[in-house]
């Protein structure tokens, strides 16, 4: 039973270029979340999906973000142009429902921007 | 402002002994709290909750202990293995608008456990 699924793992860009990050939620799952985690800020949520419309991006820094999901089992996050403090660990999560329901985390997407 | 804290972002512990992993918050509004473990290269678990009606839940090894009135949470490990060696996020979610709202996580405490 696959878990939720991130690609690419590790990403080295450098400053200006766009990056998309991918992300496969557990298969049944209608809430899909975008987190990002940094030294500074910790694990803060970027942005979440129900059933692919996106709720609430509150979270989300800039312009030079954005997120899609065009069908339930894909999501992507954009960034562009990229910048060297977007440096992170990008994590997707998707869960059953809201509230107290789990959230299960893909593996991350480590993004350096030189 | 940080809404969640967690104050130590190490603990050294030695195998056999417990772990104490602490946890405060500001916002007297949340009501239910939960515990996450990540492993490097890996996204965070989920490894216990509990609810604001409630000053204590236990799951084998692991307690945690609510607070309400000191805004305080603790996550006991008894006894430590070498294999719970991670980093804990402490997090919290209030309810509000007729929903459970989003998960405010702590920066977490990288906890090493020692044969």
């Known amino acids: 039973d696959a878990g939720v699924i991130q690609s690419p793992r590790h990403e080295v860009t450098e400053m200006g270029q766009e990056v998309t990050l991918r992300c496969k939620p557990i298969?049944?799952?209608?809430?899909l979340f975008w987190y990002r985690q940094t030294m500074m800020r910790g694990l803060e949520l970027l942005i979440y999906?129900?059933?692919?419309?996106?709720?609430?991006d509150s979270g989300m820094p800039e312009d030079r973000f954005s997120a899609k999901m065009p069908n339930a089992s894909f999501s992507t996050l954009k960034i562009q142009p990229s910048e060297p403090r977007d440096s992170a660990v990008y994590f997707c999560?998707?869960?059953?429902?809201?509230?107290?329901?789990?959230?299960?985390f893909g593996p991350g997407t480590r993004l350096t921007v030189l | 402002d940080q809404q969640v804290k967690q104050n130590s972002p190490s603990l050294s512990v030695q195998e056999g002994r417990i772990s104490i992993l602490n946890c405060d918050y500001t916002?007297?509004?949340?009501?239910?709290f939960l515990w996450y473990k990540k492993y490097p290269a890996e996204g965070p678990t989920f490894l216990i909750s509990i609810s604001s009606i409630k000053d204590k839940n236990e799951d084998g090894r692991f307690t945690v202990f609510l607070n309400k009135s000191a805004k305080h949470l603790s996550l006991h490990i008894v006894p430590s293995q070498p294999g719970d060696s991670a980093v804990y996020f402490c997090a919290a979610s209030e309810w509000y608008g007729g929903s459970q709202g989003n998960l405010i996580f702590g920066k977490g405490t990288k906890l090493s456990v020692k044969p």
């Open positions: 999906f129900n059933n692919n419309v996106p709720i609430d």
């Open positions: 298969s049944g799952h209608d809430y």
């Open positions: 916002n007297s509004m949340f009501d239910y």
């Open positions: 999560a998707s869960s059953l429902g809201r509230g107290t329901d789990t959230q299960y």
